[in-house]
């Protein structure tokens, strides 16, 4: 059974720093590997999805990357701004056809 | 493009009702899945529906169940609701089934049981 794990659980950042964010799962065998912003009492937004045959993949300021043999998935965010602060969620698809959701890391920008 | 849509937003019931909840996909996209957000147990995945069939379920009560119509509408039900049930409660929507393609999120149905 896929697990995901998301660390830290929270980071706080001043504006302007570039800050990376982990996602470590337990199954390689993964389809692909997507990036979720969730604001506060809301519904997820999509940021990046990364096929299993990719390596990394980029949308403006933000960077993700894919090593699956490794079992991890890093976010990196370029020039962080208040307006970044959100919580962060990584989830794998595969076989199990269905998103396995990491806890998420909750990030706080400080104008 | 119209993003996922789902009615209501906000949902006040009482222990041991029902309720129904909405999802409506982005236009052209044909899977439907839904998934349960409470803070103890964070995202956990209900079930996907797919050409009006559920293609797969997860580890939840049969009080919860769902359907899926021609139009690829969506609508999810809770029976005899516990305390334990409150929850956002999210659709993701994808072109087609098997997770290999994007999901993408409404902005969920809070459901607070009293």
């Known amino acids: 059974k896929q697990e995901v794990t998301q660390i830290p659980a929270a980071l706080s950042v001043p504006e302007g720093e570039n800050l990376v964010l982990n996602c470590s799962f337990t199954?390689?065998?993964?389809?692909?590997l997507q990036w979720f912003r969730q604001d506060p009492g809301k519904g997820l937004t999509s940021l990046l999805l990364?096929?299993?045959?990719?390596r990394e993949q980029t949308s403006g300021r933000l960077n993700a990357s894919l090593d699956k043999s490794s079992g991890r998935s890093t976010l990196y965010i370029a020039a962080s701004q208040p307006g970044d602060s959100a919580t962060y969620l990584c989830a794998s698809s595969g076989s199990a056809r269905q998103l396995t959701f990491g806890s998420g890391t909750q990030l706080t920008v400080l104008p | 493009k119209a993003g996922v849509t789902q009615t209501p937003r906000y949902l006040i019931k009482t222990r041991g009702q029902q309720v129904t909840l909405s999802c409506s996909p982005i236009s052209g996209h044909r899977s439907v899945s839904w998934y349960q957000q409470t803070p103890g147990q964070g995202l956990q995945f209900l079930f996907e529906y797919f050409s009006e069939t559920q293609r797969n379920k997860g580890n939840f009560p049969g009080r919860f169940s769902g359907r899926q119509f021609s139009n690829s509408r969506s609508e999810m039900n809770v029976s005899t609701l516990e305390l334990g049930d409150s929850a956002l409660y999210l659709c993701?929507?994808?072109?087609?089934?098997?997770?290999?393609?994007?999901?993408?999120f409404g902005p969920g149905t809070r459901l607070t049981v009293t």
């Open positions: 199954d390689s065998a993964i389809y692909n």
């Open positions: 993701a929507s994808s072109l087609t089934s098997g997770y290999t393609y994007e999901q993408y």
């Open positions: 990364i096929q299993s045959s990719q």
